[in-house]
């Protein structure tokens, strides 16, 4: 899941797309729609499909109401997938453990070299002083944060609880 953004935003420069704006915007859109095929559909038709695989195989009519039923039980799932994202991939996003790593290797690999010097781009530019928090991948954080939107917004009818791990 991390690789796919990198790659959308590469495939957007394939396309031809030279404007940084225009070819974020569209890996935001692609990026969302594969979370919510991937992540959302794909962990709740496949939670209440494998439990209920007789019923749709005698009575394929039924099978409305047999989703209805079992779509519920998939909230627990979904409640522990918004607590684990809030609480472990925004604290990351928070710390930015990379840029500690870079950090931590400029200062090992360049003991001797001036403050100044320290605080230049080094190797190309790929490894970034701490203080220097680049460029704000919105396609990919904002793709993720309108999927937590969408589960709340699912389940609140249904499940209720996934509200309370969604805040």
């Known amino acids: 899941m991390n690789l796919l953004p990198p790659l959308l935003m590469a495939l957007g420069v394939f396309e031809g797309s030279i404007a940084l704006s225009v070819n974020q ?8 729609a594969f979370q919510i095929v991937n992540v959302f559909l ?3 038709i496949a ?26 039980k998939m909230g627990g799932f979904f409640t ?8 472990t991939g925004l604290g990351m996003e928070l710390i930015r453990v990379p840029a500690l790593f870079m950090s931590l290797g400029k200062k090992l690999f360049t003991p001797n070299t001036t403050p100044r010097d320290q605080q ?15 460029w704000f991948p919105f396609h990919k954080i904002y793709a993720q944060d309108m999927l937590l ?4 917004l699912t389940y609140s009818c249904v499940a209720p609880l996934t509200l309370i791990a969604g805040i």
């Open 25 to 32: 915007f569209r890996a935001y859109h692609r990026y969302f």
């Open 149 to 152: 939107f969408v589960i709340c």
């Open 80 to 87: 522990n997938y918004l607590l684990v994202k809030a609480l």
């Open 120 to 134: 230049n781009l080094f190797y190309g530019g790929s490894m970034r002083n701490v203080t220097n928090p680049g």
């Open 47 to 72: 939670g209440s499909v494998i439990d209920a695989i007789t019923t749709v195989y005698d009575s394929p009519p039924t099978v409305f109401t047999m989703f209805g039923n079992s779509l519920p």
């Open 42 to 44: 794909v962990n709740a």
